[in-house]
């Protein structure tokens, strides 16, 4: 009987899943594996929202493979070691799983190969799992990989994607093979109130709606703080439970400007991951250096907390802060501003507010989330490195009548309109009934700070 292992890591799907095609197209029995790793947790992975999304994610792929009459197998341990040990139980000749981007994951393939092949087994990779374009596949003439997005999305934009897989309609699992439950969101501890359901399940349903109700309008409305008007997919397509090809072969299929934007965002997404392949060192040091002293000490420490908390004085930035803290997820304009506010106005290290969001982020990749720090901060691929968003003025732009930072930020509930967002501005304003901050620093001051420390006065 021949036996393969699909190890899943960032790819927890039945549908569009070319790891576990190719081992039920070539074997007669299949363990689907996931290792429960303490060294992905020790590289910063064991987040309470992303371990309770991710427990959703593994109960749901366990239901669904049961329904074809097989199961999830879930081990405890060092990854290598695990996937050898059930290699070992199984006689499994091949092993197939979705290559990754990370360093991290990188360095994981390396190990697993070596140790399998000394077995006599053989690792199998497949590309456009986790990513719709291959990190490799699309370069220019002169580096290993696009720095600057535009020409990026144009190689893109051409590429020929592969035909998406529907999910599979028997597996096999091999008697005896050993296996935990799956692990349950209610064990786990400090879990944002408001966070999203997980699962393959969830996310269908949920990329259904969008296409039937929410992605036309995207183009116009995908910076429209109040009206919520984005796909909320980031978790889902984090953990895999849809796939990046999928989503842009229907989009493509919806048609319209809403689409167009939208699939514009899945190649954004690939572009932080081929920038990340090439460079895996930009997941904790600067991409483009700018020589920066970043700020510390006591003063800048009390506003990075106040900015943790929500409690910087500046409504929209406290806003979106405080999303983050109930949800685990903050609409991408709120990142923008309060990372633009964290690294330009206050001018403290990117790394602060990468790692914060990633202690919350229920959708933290490390690409995304490090490489968007960076362009804010200007170290990463932003072509103009110096631009800062005035959080007033985006505020005003974005959330013209309030309703967004009235939402998250009720103290100031009663205030009226546009003028919510200028609280410092009211005449007679009680601070003490509104229980709300001063601005912990005047903007026009922290700009000139940021200019010095660059360099352009």
């Known amino acids: ?23 039920l197209d070539r074997s007669d029995e299949v363990v689907p594996l996931f290792v429960r790793d303490p060294a992905v947790d020790g590289a910063g992975f064991a987040a309470p929202n992303r371990l309770a999304f991710l427990a959703d994610c593994l109960t749901d792929l366990d239901a669904g493979l049961r329904e074809r009459g097989g199961r999830l197998v879930v081990r405890s341990g060092e990854t290598v070691g695990e996937v050898g040990k059930v290699v070992a139980e199984t006689d499994a000749l091949d092993v197939h799983m979705s290559a990754g981007v990370s360093g991290f994951a990188r360095r994981r393939e390396e190990r697993l190969r070596t140790a399998l092949e000394s077995s006599g087994t053989r690792l199998h990779l497949h590309d456009t799992v986790i990513t719709a374009v291959a990190p490799g596949a699309v ?11 535009t020409p990026y999305f144009r190689r893109w934009s051409e590429q020929h994607l592969r035909d998406g897989l529907g999910a599979p309609r028997a597996v096999r699992v091999p008697e005896g093979v050993g296996s935990e439950a799956p692990p349950s969101r209610a064990d786990v501890s400090g879990v944002s109130a408001g966070l999203a359901d997980g699962g393959e399940t969830e996310a269908r349903r949920r990329f259904t709606a969008w296409l039937r109700g929410g992605i036309d309008a995207y183009g116009d409305r995908h910076d429209d703080l109040p009206g919520d008007a984005t796909s909320r997919l980031s978790p889902h397509l984090h953990f895999g439970t849809l796939s990046p090809v999928e989503l842009v ?45 970043w700020r510390s000490g006591p003063g800048a420490e009390e506003e990075i907390e106040a900015w943790k908390a929500g409690r910087t004085g500046y409504p929209v930035v406290d806003a979106a802060m405080r999303q983050l803290l109930h949800e685990g997820w903050m609409h991408n304009r709120g990142r923008l501003l309060t990372a633009s506010f964290l690294t330009k106005t206050l001018y403290v290290d990117w790394r602060v507010g990468a790692r914060h969001f990633l202690d919350l982020l229920v959708d933290g990749d490390i690409a995304n989330n490090q490489l968007n720090w960076q362009w804010m901060a200007g170290t990463g691929t932003d072509t103009r490195p110096n631009r800062v968003l005035n959080p007033v003025a985006q505020a005003k732009r974005y959330d013209p009548d309030g309703a967004y930072v009235r939402r998250w930020v009720p103290e100031l509930a009663g205030l009226d ?18 229980d709300y901050p001063e601005p912990v620093v005047d903007l026009s001051e922290g700009l000139a700070r940021f200019k010095h420390a660059r360099g352009r006065d």
Do not use: I
Request: hydrophobic share 40%.
């Open 417 to 434: 309109g546009g003028a919510v967002h200028e609280p410092w501005k009211l005449q007679g304003l009680d601070r003490a009934a509104f």
């Open 249 to 293: 072969h229907r989009s493509r299929r919806a048609g319209g400007s809403g689409a167009e934007a939208f699939v514009r965002q899945l190649a954004w997404r690939d572009f932080h991951h081929q920038v990340l392949a090439a460079r895996p060192a930009a997941s904790s040091a600067d991409y483009r250096t700018r020589h920066d002293h």
């Open 139 to 149: 370069t220019p003439a002169s580096s290993d990989h696009f720095a600057v997005f």
């Open 1 to 23: 009987m021949n036996v393969s292992v699909v190890l899943f890591t960032s790819d927890l799907r039945l549908h569009d899943q070319p790891a576990l095609r190719a081992a």
